[in-house]
């Protein structure tokens, strides 16, 4: 996807034959698919309209604008449905979107270099930051937890996370 847009839902399955589509929410901000939001569908598709939104479990089901029966929502399957990275709620300081981690370059407490952080795992207690190991062709990519004892400092502007000196955190 190119860059300022952000997933905040998939398709599952059509629902009905009127072209409802139900979707898992990749958000943790459900406002975003309320109506009359304009949401990018898919990587190649192009903008349409939630026009209903309604709670099903822990699934919503849309109805698109453009999407009127059960044959149009089944080719969406699958699709991501993605908002401009502008329109997010600002977050409380000291937390950041996924999207804001990953491709962070991680250092060191003492500025040396370790890689770029991958991937966030979410795990029950805290997050998970997954960083490619740069230092050793072939090592093992470094886990460290999204807490401020092993977090020094990330930088957005800079594109930096800073890792606090704690025992076994690089072992």
Do not use: C, W
């Amino acid at each position: 996807m190119e860059k300022g847009y952000i997933a905040v839902a998939e398709v599952a399955s059509p629902h009905g034959l009127k072209g409802e589509v139900r979707v898992i929410p990749l958000t943790d901000f459900p406002e975003r698919l309320q109506p009359p939001r304009r949401v990018l569908l898919g990587e190649d598709g192009g903008e349409v309209t939630i026009l209903q939104s309604r709670l099903q479990g822990k699934a919503r089901l849309l109805r698109l604008s453009g999407i009127t029966d059960r044959s149009a929502a089944e080719e969406l399957r699958g699709r991501r449905l993605f908002v401009r990275s502008e329109e997010l709620p600002p977050l409380p300081e000291g937390q950041y979107y996924l999207f804001q981690i990953v491709g962070l370059t991680v250092f060191t407490a003492g500025g040396q270099r370790l890689g770029r952080v991958k991937d966030v795992l979410k795990t029950g207690s805290n997050d998970v930051y997954v960083v490619l190991d740069e230092r050793r062709p072939g090592a093992r990519d470094l886990y460290v937890p999204a807490i401020r004892d092993a977090i020094a400092d990330i930088d957005l502007g800079q594109g930096s996370l800073t890792l606090r000196d704690l025992p076994g955190l690089l072992d």
